[in-house]
């Protein structure tokens, strides 16, 4: 598959995921340092940015809290509950996460099953490699 | 003893996650993520060499000065993208450390400006990467008020960061003196 294919299925595969599962109103693949890779259409553009920056960080933290308490074997996943709504994010492909915004009433237990299964699915393609080295390609 | 809550900003890749890492007493938070490809054309690392890693949440850590006095550190991350992070940081600090480099003095705009709005007392500290400009060149550049204290350092030393941060409680003794005269 071309590159072009690949982010078409993923998008494809993104929908698929919001549309089988109710009360699921986003989804988003984000890279461990914060950018967005791809999202569903719903969710505007600047959105998308702030999303992916924020689950970025509580990802982030998570690995931290798992390095102090756990067996530091890395961020698990995380689940924040609010009024009007919730964020799950699990890990992805390597350098990934994908994170789910739902509606507050949405089943927790079947949206991570099938945020999970989409991951285990497609989990290879769902990955953000690190740069080669600092200064490479920053310039055109 | 008092606990006073100082937070650390500056521009991307300036020193923040050093400084705070090297004078904590205790492990440091670090919220550091290896910069992805996707960072390319979004997060300018050609002037940072060396850099691979990026703090995408904020670091943490503690140190005690003397035995009246303990500060906890919050270093901001620097990009643009977590900068909706810092109003929780503020929140309760009572003073600030911006990290400048001088080759990239305008990245340190921002962080001046934000602390300008709030109000919020700060030191300058300039991590020496290269000689560069003088201090006095660099308060001019920065348009900073005579009464901001302005120092060099060197965030991978411990000596040089407990300096930066005695500054600035001095700083910040001044000036609660001050307002109470």
Redesign the interface.
């Known amino acids: 598959m071309s590159t072009t294919d690949i982010t078409q299925t993923l998008d494809w595969l993104l929908e698929n995921l919001r549309e089988k599962t109710p009360g699921i109103r986003h989804v988003l693949v984000l890279?461990?340092?914060?950018?967005k890779?791809c999202f569903t259409g719903g969710l505007e553009r600047d959105a998308a940015?702030?999303l992916?920056?924020?689950a970025?960080?509580?990802q982030?933290?998570s690995?931290?809290a798992s390095a102090?308490f756990g067996d530091g074997a890395g961020a698990g996943q995380a689940m924040v509950e609010f009024a009007g709504g919730m964020l799950l994010i699990v890990p992805a492909g390597e350098?990934a996460h994908l994170a789910v915004v739902a509606d507050e009433d949405g089943d927790v237990g079947l949206i991570a099953h099938n945020m999970n299964e989409l991951v285990e699915q497609i989990g290879t393609y769902l990955t953000?490699?690190?740069?080669?080295?600092?200064?490479i390609?920053?310039?055109p | 003893m008092d606990a006073l809550k100082i937070v650390v900003v500056g521009g991307f890749g300036v020193g923040k996650t050093t400084l705070v890492g090297s004078v904590s007493e205790i492990r440091p938070l670090s919220t550091e993520e290896v910069m992805t490809q996707a960072s390319v054309g979004v997060d300018d690392a050609s002037r940072v060499r060396g850099k691979s890693t990026t703090t995408v949440a904020f670091d943490f850590g503690r140190i005690t000065l003397d035995a009246s006095r303990v500060l906890y550190l919050f270093g901001a991350p620097g990009q643009q993208r977590f900068w909706f992070v810092w109003d929780q940081l503020f929140a309760g600090s009572l003073g600030a450390v911006v990290l400048v480099d001088t080759r990239r003095m305008e990245d340190s705009w921002y962080s001046i400006d934000r602390l300008e709005h709030h109000r919020m007392p700060f030191v300058v500290a300039v991590n020496r990467f290269t000689d560069g400009p003088s201090l006095e060149a660099v308060r001019e550049a920065l348009a900073l008020a005579p009464d901001v204290p302005l120092i060099d350092c060197d965030a991978r030393k411990r000596s040089s960061g407990k300096h930066v941060l005695i500054t600035l409680v001095e700083h910040l003794t001044r000036l609660h003196e001050g307002s109470t005269q």
């Open positions: 890279t461990r340092d914060g950018l890779m940015d702030q992916a920056a924020l970025a960080g509580i982030s933290l690995l931290s102090e350098g953000a490699a690190p740069r080669q080295a600092a200064g390609g920053d310039r």
